[in-house]
């Protein structure tokens, strides 16, 4: 069973940074893409950044406006959220998630317990 456990939220001041980290087990990350999404209090759960599993593709949602940077390694089985100039409305519980679909075509989704993320003004 795969399970993924992100590290690294808390409580810092607006134009602050975290690095949010996200360990994964159990599964093969390699071919995982991962992905960390972000939900505040009241409101839809919104994609931050994903990184395919080749590389290749890395995309942010449109509030990020290049203040964060998604990485991951693969021997470490891990993905990384690098967040800087941090602002109140990035207020939110961060969550990881890894997908990856199979030569069947079944997509296999998988998620983090979250960790929160608290900028004071």
């Known amino acids: 069973q795969v399970q993924l456990v992100e590290s690294g939220g808390g409580l810092v001041q607006a134009g602050g940074s975290l690095r949010l980290s996200c360990a994964c087990s159990?599964?093969?990350?390699?071919?995982?893409?991962m992905g960390w999404f972000r939900r505040a209090p009241g409101k839809e759960r919104d994609l931050v950044a994903a990184?395919?599993?080749?590389?290749?593709?890395?995309m942010y949602g449109e509030f990020v406006e290049g203040r964060f940077t998604i990485s991951r390694d693969n021997d470490k089985m891990s993905v990384y959220l690098q967040m800087n100039s941090l602002k109140p409305d990035d207020t939110a519980v961060y969550s990881c998630?890894?997908?990856?679909?199979?030569?069947?075509?079944?997509?296999?989704?998988?998620w983090g317990q979250g960790t929160q993320v608290t900028v004071s003004s």
């Open positions: 990184i395919t599993w080749t590389d290749g593709d890395i």
């Open positions: 998630n890894a997908n990856y679909i199979n030569g069947m075509g079944v997509e296999f989704d998988y």
């Open positions: 159990g599964g093969t990350f390699s071919v995982y893409h």
